[in-house]
C-alpha cells in the first residue's frame, strides 16, 4: 500500500525539542523529493521544508531557518524533521508529503494523516 505515517508528535513546552518521522511505504522512496507542511488552527496550510531525493539540498521557510533540520534515510525509507528551540507558533498539525515532480513545483502527491504538535507552558 502507497502510503506516509507521521509519527513523533506531542506536547512540549516552549523551548523544547520533537523529532517527528515519516515512514514511507509502496513506492520508491529515494527517487521522490520529500516535504514537511503543517497546518495550525484556523490557518491555511503552510510549507515547512523540503529535501532532495539524495537529501544534498535542503530548504526551509524563515521562521524556522536555524530551529528544525529535516533529513532522510533512504535505506529505511523514512523522513525526519527535527525541530530545536521550538515555540508557541509552531503548534500545528504537521503533514510530510511526496513531491510529484520537483520542489520547486510545490506540487505533492501523496500525504499522510498529520501529528499534532503542541507548544505550550
Known amino acids: 500500500q502507497v502510503q506516509l505515517v507521521e509519527s513523533g508528535g506531542g506536547m512540549v513546552q516552549p523551548g523544547g525539542s520533537l523529532r517527528l518521522s515519516c515512514a514511507a511505504s509502496?513506492?520508491?522512496?529515494?527517487?521522490?523529493?520529500m516535504t514537511w507542511v503543517r497546518q495550525a488552527p484556523g490557518k491555511g496550510p503552510e510549507w515547512v521544508s523540503s529535501?532532495?531525493?539524495?537529501?544534498?539540498?535542503?530548504y526551509y521557510t524563515d521562521s524556522v531557518k536555524g530551529r528544525f533540520t529535516i533529513s532522510r534515510d533512504n535505506a529505511r525509507s523514512t523522513l525526519y524533521l527535527q525541530m530545536n528551540s521550538l515555540k508557541s507558533e509552531d503548534t500545528a498539525l504537521y503533514y510530510c508529503?511526496?513531491?510529484?515532480?520537483?520542489?520547486?513545483?510545490?506540487?505533492?502527491?501523496?500525504w499522510g494523516q498529520g501529528t499534532q504538535v503542541t507548544v505550550s507552558s
Open positions: 508529503a511526496r513531491v510529484k515532480y520537483d520542489i520547486s513545483s510545490g506540487e505533492c502527491d501523496l
Open positions: 509502496g513506492f520508491t522512496f529515494n527517487v521522490y523529493d
Open positions: 529535501i532532495t531525493s539524495s537529501g544534498g539540498r535542503t
